[in-house]
């Protein structure tokens, strides 16, 4: 085989890797850079390689950087703000973890904001956390830690990346004499040569991000269509916690503006919440007022926005300075510009939108699932370190931490694992070109609509009975255009939404209680037992149930 940093895809019906990694974020470069040395990897972004969520993270990372700070502390507030379902040992070794993650970003550059007149890092605080604490890059921290890990990657020999290729489904096979099946690669979608090639590897990694687009309102980008949870899952792995969505409490309400995010870390700053008269109301609902946990704010907006009938909030810093505004906050302030809003004299139009996926794959601290090589890393998988409720800018700090526990585990792993069978080729034989498109763009909105609506912020079992019955009817549709048709990059991120939004209503109906993010009018206190909401598929190892709890 040619050198991996020569290959043409043009010309490749099928190609082997040591490692195949999916996804382009700060987990899955992470990841990659760390294993390059050793190994030939290959990296695939379903888009271009700035598609992805890291690339629009604003707020930073949570890191115990002050001597004045501790893990101690840190560990006490991510298990607070998770609503006792955080694994204490998961978050020990994440916040253990943080500073060493943090010393390798800045030795590969990342350009971490300093203090004023200071050669220290400028720390920030955010909702939930006890202490300033969160390392950023002015106000567009992910956009400069994906800079620095994609130009890095772009330069390490035995690392190859593949923009606009979207995985289909994983590959299992049995070695010779062996029962247990493992992972051994993909089956992957070339947008631009429109059709499908075999990536195999011997060992394959998933960090293809959250499933935020299930929801209409969404501050990520469309490629959150939870692609790596619904693969897994497929091939027998558990997901734990679907239900647990973090809504953004304050997204651009405006009605040209696309998923834009305000950082929390405005309000970390002093920002106000105000209804459109100008009445601050965050301190009706909890003591630290706009800097409670996030499932408050999210549901005291949705709850104002509901009683006095408004479309949206205010989100207001205009009392500071305009020279510390621009300063700290230069990305909302150009692209609110853009619409007329001057943040330093004008509050600013929110709502909640779909944030992050605190559920996920089940993995252990070395970030490995059910099935034998298969790995999970970032917002796709469940380490047990959000619980109920991510705590801000806990979710970098996660990516990386696992990312490199990970490529330790598969450095050890991977001299003994054999080379992959071949893998039958993808066959179209079958199928034909839809002349229907117009059904995958109507399914699609039908789906992110009651899901907005049935399993939202604020959930009642009716509504989610009215979703499980809305998703049946759509899983048979989409099914059967899946199966008569050739495949397209938005019918594969349909059929994944639509297992992911599966997931989650089944999980939400599982839990007869309000904890955390999950929060039902017909059962609005907390259980005194706090218990993980475990799925595991018909075809896992163990045959077990659909549903179980730990």
């Not at 992805?52 to 004045?68: E, P, R």
């Not at 400028?122 to 830690?145: F, N, P, Y």
């Not at 009716?462 to 397209?488: G, V």
Request: aromatic share 8%; glycine share 6%.
């Amino acid at each position: 085989m040619k050198d991996s940093q020569t290959i043409d895809p043009q010309n490749i019906e099928s190609v082997h890797y040591d490692v195949l990694v999916i996804g382009c974020g700060a987990a899955g470069l992470t990841l990659a850079i760390k294993l390059a040395a050793h190994t030939k990897v290959a990296v695939l972004s379903k888009g271009n390689f700035q598609e992805g969520s890291t690339w629009y993270a604003q707020g930073g990372i949570a890191a115990v950087l002050d001597d004045k700070d501790s893990v101690e502390s840190h560990v006490a507030d991510t298990i607070a703000a998770g609503g006792g379902l955080c694994h204490k040992d998961t978050v020990k070794f994440i916040v253990e973890q943080s500073k060493a993650a943090i010393d390798w970003l800045v030795d590969i550059g990342v350009p971490f904001t300093k203090a004023q007149n200071s050669n220290d890092f400028h720390l920030t605080r955010e909702g939930g956390h006890s202490h300033r604490r969160i390392i950023h890059s002015a106000d567009s921290t992910g956009k400069a830690v994906h800079s620095t890990l994609l130009d890095t990657a772009q330069s390490t020999p035995g690392l190859t990346l593949f923009k606009h290729h979207i995985a289909v489904d994983l590959i299992k096979q049995s070695d010779t004499g062996e029962s247990k099946v493992r992972c051994t690669g993909a089956y992957v979608y070339s947008r631009e040569e429109d059709r499908v090639k075999v990536f195999s590897a011997r060992t394959v990694v998933l960090a293809t991000g959250g499933a935020s687009k299930a929801y209409l309102y969404s501050s990520n980008p469309d490629s959150a269509s939870g692609d790596g949870i619904a693969m897994a899952w497929r091939a027998g792995c558990r997901v734990t916690n679907m239900e647990f969505n973090q809504f953004h409490p304050t997204c651009l309400y405006h009605p040209e503006a696309k998923s834009f995010l305000i950082t929390e870390a405005l309000r970390g700053e002093g920002a106000k919440l105000r209804l459109p008269n100008g009445e601050a109301f965050m301190h009706k609902f909890h003591e630290l007022a706009e800097l409670a946990p996030r499932d408050i704010v999210a549901r005291a907006i949705d709850y104002e926005m509901k009683r006095v009938g408004s479309d949206f909030v205010h989100l207001d810093i205009s009392h500071k300075s305009a020279e510390f505004i621009t300063k700290h906050f230069p990305t909302v302030s150009k692209q609110c510009a853009k619409y007329g809003i001057d943040i330093t004299k004008d509050p600013i139009p929110v709502v909640p939108a779909a944030h992050y996926t605190c559920g996920g794959i089940a993995v252990n601290q070395k970030g490995q699932t059910d099935l034998k090589n298969l790995y999970a890393i970032g917002e796709t998988s469940f380490t047990g370190l959000h619980g109920a409720n991510r705590m801000a800018s806990n979710s970098l700090l996660e990516c990386l931490v696992y990312a490199r526990s990970a490529a330790n585990a598969i450095r050890e792993t991977l001299p003994n694992i054999p080379p992959p069978k071949q893998a039958p080729e993808w066959d179209e034989s079958r199928v034909t070109d839809s002349d229907e498109d117009v059904v995958i763009a109507h399914n699609w909105d039908e789906l992110r609509r009651f899901m907005w609506d049935y399993v939202g912020i604020v959930r009642t079992q009716k509504r989610l009975e009215r979703a499980s019955n809305r998703i049946a009817l759509l899983q048979k549709e989409i099914h059967e255009y899946y199966s008569n048709y050739k495949i397209s990059n938005d019918l594969i991120e349909l059929r994944n939404l639509a297992k992911v939004a599966e997931l989650i209503i089944h999980s939400a109906k599982a839990r007869k209680e309000s904890r955390g993010l999950h929060y039902s009018l017909d059962y609005p206190e907390m259980s005194e037992t706090a218990v993980d909401t475990v799925l595991v598929p018909i075809n896992h190892a163990a045959q077990a149930c659909v549903i179980i709890s730990e």
